[in-house]
């Protein structure tokens, strides 16, 4: 298969930069440049996996993930993983392309500081946390819906 978008070669991972071409922005046509190009539907080996997502876990202390998204990604100064609402997407590709390349309002970019395959295990443990009850206790100890970010 050749693409000008790169080539899959069935194992999900890319070099550092070819996954953020593949990501599917329907919403940025560049002007004159009609989108010929369907992009690739990006998968996440882990996603689901229950080993991975445990290792994600560890990761997600180990990389101070929790210092700036709380335990269990409950939320701080960054945004909350709990609550089903995404500022930059939810989809497995998405969740990755927001680690690799970071977020303008403090969120660092961890691609090529970290390898592609523990980003898509960080992926597939962010997105686990998303199922869990939206609702939280506040500190007048009334449970509050969480606001988002
Ligand atoms: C220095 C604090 C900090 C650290 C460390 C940090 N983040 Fe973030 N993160 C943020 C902030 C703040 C945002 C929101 C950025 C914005 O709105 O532009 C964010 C956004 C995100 C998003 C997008 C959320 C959405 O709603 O779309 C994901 C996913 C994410 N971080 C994952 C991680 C992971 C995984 C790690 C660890 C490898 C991590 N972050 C480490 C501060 C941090």
Excluded at 10 to 18: C, I, K, L, T
Excluded at 67 to 89: E, I, K, L, V, Y
Aim: with cysteine.
């Amino acid at each position: 298969m050749t693409s000008a978008v790169g080539t899959d070669t069935g194992s999900n991972y890319f070099v550092a930069g070819d996954s953020l071409r593949l990501i599917e922005h329907p919403e940025i046509l560049p002007a004159g440049f009609p989108l010929q190009i369907k992009p690739l539907p990006i998968k996440n080996r882990y996603e689901g996996d229950k080993g991975a997502i445990a290792n994600g876990a560890k990761l997600f202390v180990g990389y101070n993930c929790l210092d700036c998204h709380g335990a269990d990604g409950s939320g701080a100064m960054g945004p909350s993983f709990q609550d089903g609402r995404w500022h930059f997407g939810g989809s497995p590709g998405d969740v990755f392309e927001s680690i690799y390349q970071g977020r303008p309002d403090g969120m660092p970019a961890w691609g090529g500081r970290i390898s592609n395959e523990q980003i898509w295990i960080l992926t597939a443990y962010v997105r686990s946390l998303s199922s869990k009850d939206l609702s939280t206790e506040n500190f007048t100890g009334k449970t509050v819906e969480r606001t988002g970010h």
